[in-house]
């Protein structure tokens, strides 16, 4: 049976999805510490829809951390120097920013925090100072 070659998703997924779909695929258990979830129905066309939010942070262990929150129809990326939104649906090159509200920011960083709180409390600590309390005010 197998996979279709080259077969896109067109729904969102995100990098923590890859190890339990591929542990899926391979007829292994996923790990329950593992935040990610299989997306095999969704590569087999049983389910439609993808993630809701996927999160991506750069420069973790820097001074100028930056973190996107990303859905199917908007982006917003927050950062030391300043945040920027995109409505995807209009503009999915990212070319124009939009004006980020602090309602915006404020719920794009608070649910960083969460999922950061979420995996320290499944993962090794990360070293002293890293993550929360560097994220851009």
Same mark, same amino acid.
């Given at each position: ?10 729904? +969102?997924? *995100?990098?923590?999805? #890859?190890? $339990? ?6 007829? !292994?258990?996923? /790990? ?39 859905? +199917?129809? *908007?982006?917003?990326? #927050?950062? $030391? ?6 409505? !995807?649906?209009? /503009? ?46």
């Amino acid at each position: 049976e197998g996979l279709d070659k080259g077969k896109r998703i067109g729904s +969102q997924v *995100g990098l923590i999805d #890859v190890a $339990p779909t591929v542990l899926e695929l391979a007829g !292994l258990a996923s /790990d329950t510490r593992m935040h990610g979830q299989s997306m095999v129905e969704l590569i087999e066309g049983k389910e439609s829809y993808g993630r809701r939010q996927v999160f991506s942070v750069a420069k973790l262990w820097q001074k100028d951390v930056r973190f996107a929150v990303r859905t +199917q129809w *908007g982006k917003v990326i #927050v950062s $030391p120097q300043g945040s920027q939104a995109y409505d !995807l649906e209009k /503009d999915p090159s990212e070319l124009e920013a939009m004006e980020v509200t602090a309602t915006v920011e404020t719920g794009a960083q608070d649910q960083y925090r969460r999922l950061v709180e979420s995996l320290e409390r499944h993962q090794v600590q990360a070293p002293e100072g890293v993550v929360t309390q560097r994220l851009p005010k």
